[in-house]
């Protein structure tokens, strides 16, 4: 009853604000963009990425969470309009008034399509967006998208996801949502991209440098990061954890001495140096959609070290050690390995050689943009 309740609210304040819209300016961009925020992250990177590939259509992107720091905002203006709607959608009432205020200037538009991912605002709108092409994008499981965004799966011309392991996942909610098998026909794997070198850098000799790459999360598990550290240095490896990130919170007081603390890097050139230099890259997730870092570490001849989760478990053993185990079990087990690869150097070259030919192999970026040109601009009027 209360959900009920919930719906007949959503749908009266709805359509008032679909009334209202008809006093407001048309939305007249070929393609849409609505997205939570700019910043500093993989998802949001790919997000860019995306925006960038039709920058020529002067797409216009929406934000609809206030909080954050916004780093990556300077590349979203260099490609696009930025329209920000967080204060607007703050609360529930308001957010509900919006999506039928923004979507009918949509309507009104001339918008060929409208992609979302990572926003309820933009599921919000769709119920609303009628005669609208809708194209939506999944990173991952496990932050709510995929339940919020089943009740209006049915308004979505196509689904995106980043990898065939989500499309498993998703098809598996399908059915046990009763959702009907024909919806799986709108799905689209396209794969993130990265820009691999032509060639693999020479890694440094001495000792190895080991990275740690991710936001600030629970799911990161970074204290993970900090006791591994702390582990190979009482262990006598000759290696330096360097960790990118706002992450020195997460580490124990005990464990920082043992960790280099990089910060946040918003550059692609210094995020690629940092690269160069590395053998490893460590990722403790609890759970992963398929990471930038990844890609990244492995264009550039890193090897990953990764907990074995999501679209991670797929990839090739020569190209990412997937490790099993929690708390100071898992610790003990990337400990184990690292000291393994560190006594036989030759081996890791080798494998860092194979990480970078299977990212030219799989991770092109020009095949990454084709994709994402020909899914919003051939098929949009």
Same mark, same amino acid.
């Given at each position: 009853?209360?959900?009920?309740?919930?719906?007949?609210?959503?749908?009266?304040?709805?359509?008032?604000?679909?009334?209202?819209?008809?006093?407001?300016?048309?939305?007249?961009?070929?393609?849409?963009?609505?997205?939570?925020?700019?910043?500093?992250?993989?998802?949001?990177?790919?997000?860019?990425?995306?925006?960038?590939?039709?920058?020529?259509?002067?797409?216009?992107?929406?934000?609809?969470? &206030?909080?954050?720091?916004?780093?990556?905002?300077?590349?979203?203006?260099?490609?696009?309009?930025?329209?920000?709607?967080?204060?607007?959608?703050?609360?529930?009432?308001?957010?509900?008034?919006?999506?039928?205020?923004?979507?009918?200037?949509?309507?009104?538009?001339?918008?060929?399509?409208?992609?979302?991912?990572?926003?309820?605002?933009?599921?919000?709108?769709?119920?609303?967006?009628?005669?609208?092409?809708?194209?939506?994008?999944?990173?991952?499981?496990?932050?709510?998208?995929?339940?919020?965004?089943?009740?209006?799966?049915?308004?979505?011309?196509?689904?995106?996801?980043?990898?065939?392991?989500?499309?498993?996942?998703?098809?598996?909610?399908?059915?046990?949502?009763?959702?009907?098998?024909?919806?799986?026909?709108?799905?689209?794997?396209? &794969?993130?991209?990265?820009?691999?070198?032509?060639?693999?850098?020479?890694?440094?000799?001495?000792?190895?440098?080991?990275?740690?790459?991710? #936001?600030?999360?629970?799911?990161?598990?970074?204290?993970?990061?900090?006791?591994?550290?702390?582990?190979?240095?009482?262990?006598?490896?000759?290696?330096?954890? #360097?960790?990118?990130?706002?992450?020195?919170?997460?580490?124990?007081?005990?464990?920082?001495?043992?960790?280099?603390?990089?910060?946040?890097?918003?550059?692609?050139?210094?995020?690629?140096?940092?690269?160069?230099?590395?053998?490893?890259?460590?990722?403790?997730?609890?759970?992963?959609?398929?990471?930038?870092?990844?890609?990244?570490?492995?264009?550039?001849?890193?090897?990953?070290?990764?907990?074995?989760?999501?679209?991670?478990?797929?990839?090739?053993?020569?190209?990412?050690?997937?490790?099993?185990?929690?708390?100071?079990?898992?610790?003990?087990?990337?400990?184990?390995?690292?000291?393994?690869?560190?006594?036989?150097?030759?081996?890791?070259?080798?494998?860092?050689?194979?990480?970078?030919?299977?990212?030219?192999?799989?991770?092109?970026?020009?095949?990454?943009e084709a994709a994402w040109r020909k899914l919003l601009l051939e098929t949009a009027p």
């Amino acid at each position: 009853m209360k959900r009920a309740g919930v719906k007949l609210l959503r749908a009266m304040i709805g359509g008032l604000g679909r009334l209202c819209s008809v006093f407001a300016t048309p939305v007249n961009t070929r393609v849409l963009f609505v997205f939570a925020t700019p910043n500093l992250g993989g998802a949001e990177m790919v997000h860019a990425r995306i925006v960038r590939a039709v920058a020529d259509a002067a797409p216009e992107v929406w934000f609809t969470e &206030p909080q954050g720091a916004r780093e990556l905002l300077p590349r979203f203006q260099q490609h696009a309009t930025i329209v920000n709607l967080g204060l607007r959608v703050r609360s529930r009432l308001c957010a509900y008034f919006q999506a039928g205020f923004q979507a009918g200037r949509i309507v009104r538009g001339r918008t060929g399509v409208v992609v979302g991912s990572f926003s309820h605002f933009f599921y919000d709108m769709l119920p609303w967006l009628v005669g609208v092409r809708c194209v939506d994008l999944l990173h991952n499981f496990g932050v709510g998208f995929e339940h919020y965004s089943l009740r209006h799966e049915a308004k979505l011309a196509r689904r995106i996801v980043i990898s065939s392991e989500l499309a498993s996942r998703l098809e598996s909610l399908y059915a046990e949502s009763g959702v009907d098998r024909a919806s799986m026909q709108k799905l689209l794997v396209i &794969p993130t991209a990265v820009d691999v070198p032509p060639q693999p850098p020479v890694k440094p000799a001495g000792d190895l440098n080991i990275l740690f790459v991710g #936001r600030n999360s629970p799911e990161k598990r970074v204290e993970l990061a900090g006791r591994l550290a702390s582990a190979l240095k009482a262990s006598g490896v000759a290696a330096r954890m #360097r960790l990118v990130g706002d992450l020195a919170s997460s580490v124990s007081p005990e464990d920082r001495p043992s960790c280099e603390f990089i910060g946040l890097v918003n550059d692609d050139a210094a995020m690629a140096a940092l690269y160069r230099q590395s053998h490893l890259l460590v990722l403790t997730s609890s759970r992963e959609g398929f990471p930038l870092a990844v890609m990244e570490a492995m264009a550039h001849g890193v090897l990953p070290l990764v907990t074995r989760v999501g679209a991670l478990a797929s990839l090739p053993d020569q190209v990412c050690h997937k490790l099993d185990g929690d708390g100071d079990e898992l610790v003990q087990a990337f400990a184990a390995r690292i000291q393994q690869l560190a006594a036989d150097r030759p081996a890791l070259d080798a494998d860092g050689k194979a990480c970078h030919r299977y990212a030219a192999e799989h991770f092109d970026a020009r095949k990454f943009e084709a994709a994402w040109r020909k899914l919003l601009l051939e098929t949009a009027p």
